[in-house]
Nanobody
Framework: QVHLVESGGGLVQAGGSLRLSCAAS????????MGWFRQAPGKEREFVAA????????SSADSVKGRFTISRDNAKNTVYLQMNSLKPEDTAVYFC??????????????????WGQGTQVTVSS
């Protein structure tokens, strides 16, 4: 079992920045691919970014490419999402997720085994 707790969400003006953190506990953190997803009201949960077990490879959605950066610190059992140049359409609940098994950076919700409770990000125009 992996327990994930997100933090760092909040209210920010368009063009601003936030850094989300996700602290993991329970199993060996470096055994898991980590991902960030988001869900806006009335919409399906969507992929934002993922990072390999070692942190050497990343993948991100086209909608956030060049603005958001995923990183991880395996010594601290934490994955981060640095969000810059935020837009109102980035408003959503952001979730981190962990995927065991092969280290493929997948983008599908069902591929991830463990989820945090989410943190709200609101971007005002």
């Amino acid at each position: 079992q992996v327990h994930l707790v997100e933090s760092g969400g909040g209210l920010v003006q368009a063009g601003g920045s936030l850094r989300l953190s996700c602290a993991a506990s329970g199993r060996t953190f470096s055994d898991y691919v980590m991902g960030w997803f988001r869900q806006a009201p009335g919409k399906e949960r969507e992929f934002v970014a993922a990072i390999s077990k070692s942190g050497s490879s990343t993948s991100s959605a086209d909608s956030v490419k060049g603005r958001f950066t995923i990183s991880r610190d395996n010594a601290k059992n934490t994955v981060y999402l640095q969000m810059n140049s935020l837009k109102p359409e980035d408003t959503a609940v952001y979730f981190c997720a962990a995927r065991g098994g092969l280290g493929v950076l997948v983008r599908t919700v069902n591929a991830y085994d463990y989820w945090g409770q989410g943190t709200q990000v609101t971007v005002s125009s």
